[in-house]
T-cell receptor, first 117, second 111 residues
Framework: GAVVSQHPSRVICKSGTSVKIECRSL??????MFWYRQFPKQSLMLMAT?????????EQGVEKDKFLINHASLTLSTLTVTSAHPEDSSFYIC?????????????FGPGTRLTVL | GQQLNQSPQSMFIQEGEDVSMNCTSS?????WLWYKQDPGEGPVLLIA?????ELTSNGRLTAQFGITRKDSFLNISASIPSDVGIYFC???????????FGAGTTVTVRA
């Protein structure tokens, strides 16, 4: 299957700082990537859809000024958590959409564990 | 997206046993996906289904796309210790590529 990487795998930062997380499609191009957030023992919650060359679309309740998304190339999307606070601590996972004919699938990255002190 | 109803929530099984879990939705989907997530990792795609009634296998895993397009099941045969993890179903409707996820089924295997 398609390979998606994330960097960093875990990050610890001080409250008030900004953190950037990268999501890369390694062996394919992805015009659409997604950013999810996952709390312990819960399912994945979609935060936003990242579209190459255009603005991201955010799900209801997700602050776009807080979670900045940039999809500058067909293989890279970044999520920047601005002015992070302890409540932003979570597991952030990206995925890349892969379409081929009638099939439409998402492949996920390994996730980034963010801890805000 | 909407939340799918996934059951059971958790299961303890003996090594060698077969496992079955399912997902239902109030809306029809044209794509059903099954993922497995290990602790601290991202979900890994196990099986993708695109046609009502489709039955697909991947090793010891078998999944089916329900004919009503509102449900899917995943079977694991002859479970082994590495089958431990959380299994998620996900569905998408044609032209709406956002995935709706189930709450997950946690599988624990007793050796």
């Amino acid at each position: 299957g398609a390979v998606v990487s994330q960097h960093p795998s875990r990050v610890i930062c001080k409250s008030g700082t900004s953190v950037k997380i990268e999501c890369r499609s390694l062996d394919f191009q992805a015009t659409t990537m997604f950013w999810y957030r996952q709390f312990p023992k819960q399912s994945l919650m979609l935060m936003a859809t990242s579209n190459e060359g255009s603005k991201a679309t955010y799900e209801q309740g997700v602050e776009k000024d807080k979670f900045l998304i940039n999809h500058a190339s067909l293989t890279l999307s970044t999520l920047t958590v601005t002015s992070a606070h302890p409540e932003d601590s979570s597991f952030y996972i990206c995925s890349a959409r892969v379409t081929s004919g009638s099939t439409d699938t998402q492949y996920f990255g390994p996730g980034t564990r963010l801890t805000v002190l | 997206g909407q939340q799918l109803n996934q059951s059971p929530q958790s299961m303890f099984i003996q090594e060698g046993e077969d496992v079955s879990m399912n997902c239902t939705s109030s809306s029809i989907f044209n794509t059903w996906l099954w993922y497995k997530q290990d602790p601290g990792e991202g979900p890994v795609l196990l099986i993708a289904l695109y046609k009502a009634g489709e039955l697909t296998s991947n090793g010891r895993l078998t999944a089916q796309f329900g004919i009503t397009r509102k449900d899917s099941f995943l079977n694991i045969s002859a479970s082994i210790p590495s089958d431990v993890g959380i299994y998620f179903c996900a569905g998408a409707f044609y032209n709406d590529y956002k995935l709706s996820f189930g709450a997950g089924t946690t599988v624990t295997v007793r050796a």
